[in-house]
């Protein structure tokens, strides 16, 4: 008799089950609706990521002007350099008074490469922080080599091509961010060429 009244006092073995289950359900779909926010946001970082780079529209950029966008909180000049300019960035009387004429540090994609360090010889693209402290250069032109981008702080001195002087508080050229040619008219900063793999952060000094 007193096991027939336990037995009849104690929960259906089926009904036990039952109840856990409901209550690890609960659990689950409870940490679910937790975690769906946090695997949205890391959905929203790497988008951002994935997509951080600058359009910018030159078509009306005009020989002789310098237009400033930023990109990832650096300033990025882009100059519409002229024939003449691009003939004085080969002037040996201007080659011999660089620091770093042919480029040889790593401080431009290696598509940029070249007399110009640019992807057109005409439109330059340069990083807008003097090598030495970070200050931002000022656009000189009209002068006997064409112009230079001057560096108020410290007096550092670069070429229309970024390229830096001789004997000047500036260690290294100003650098080349990674950018490719959308269309005819169109500068996507931010990333590379079609078949390039540059780091951005591999760069000396930016």
Sequence with gaps: MVMDNQSSSSPPVPRRHFLNLLTASSLTVGGVICIWPFLESLKTQNTIVTHSYTDVDISSLKEGQQITVMWQGHAIFILHRSAKTLALLKDQELLIRLRDPDSKELQQPPYTKNWHRSIQPEIAVLIGVCTHLGCVPTLKLNNSLGGHYNCACHGSKFDLAGRVYNN?????????????????????????????NFDFKSLTQI
């Design 168 to 196: 000047m508080p500036a260690p290294y050229n100003l650098p080349v961010p990674p950018y490719k040619i959308l269309k005819p008219g169109i500068l996507r900063i931010g990333e590379n060429p079609n078949g390039e």
